[in-house]
C-alpha cells in the first residue's frame, strides 16, 4: 500500500535551517508529482511546494519562496524540503503528500518547531 513517511522535523532557533525528508513507498514514485504542506498550531492546512515528478519544475508559496528548496530523488523514492533563514511563523507539522493541485495520500507528518 502507499506510504509516506516524514523524517527532520525537530526545534530549531530562528535563522536556522533544517531538511525534512519524506520516504515514499507502495508505488511508482517517480511517476508523480508531490508536494509539502504545513499546519501551524491552530489554524488549516497551507500548501508550502510542489515538484514535477521528474524534478525539473518547482512552485512555492511566497511565504516561502527564497527560503525553501524542495527537491527529489527519484532512485531513493525520497521528496526533499530544505528549509532555510526559518522564522517563528514557520512552526508547523509538516506533511507530503502526493499530487500537483491536490493530494490523494499524505504522511503522519513531521513537527518543526522555532524555538522563542
Known amino acids: 500500500q502507499v506510504q509516506l513517511v516524514e523524517s527532520g522535523g525537530g526545534l530549531v532557533q530562528p535563522g536556522g535551517s533544517l531538511r525534512l525528508s519524506c520516504a515514499a513507498s507502495g508505488f511508482t514514485f517517480s511517476s508523480y508529482p508531490m508536494r509539502w504542506v504545513r499546519q501551524a498550531p491552530g489554524k488549516g492546512l497551507e500548501w508550502v511546494s510542489s515538484i514535477d515528478s521528474g524534478g525539473s519544475i518547482t512552485n512555492y508559496a511566497d511565504s516561502v519562496k527564497g527560503r525553501f528548496t524542495i527537491s527529489r530523488d527519484n532512485a531513493k523514492n525520497t521528496l526533499y524540503l530544505q528549509m532555510g533563514s526559518l522564522k517563528p511563523e514557520d512552526t508547523a507539522v509538516y506533511y507530503c503528500?502526493?499530487?500537483?493541485?491536490?493530494?490523494?495520500?499524505w504522511g503522519k507528518g513531521t513537527l518543526v518547531t522555532l524555538s522563542p
Open positions: 503528500g502526493r499530487g500537483l493541485y491536490a493530494m490523494d495520500y
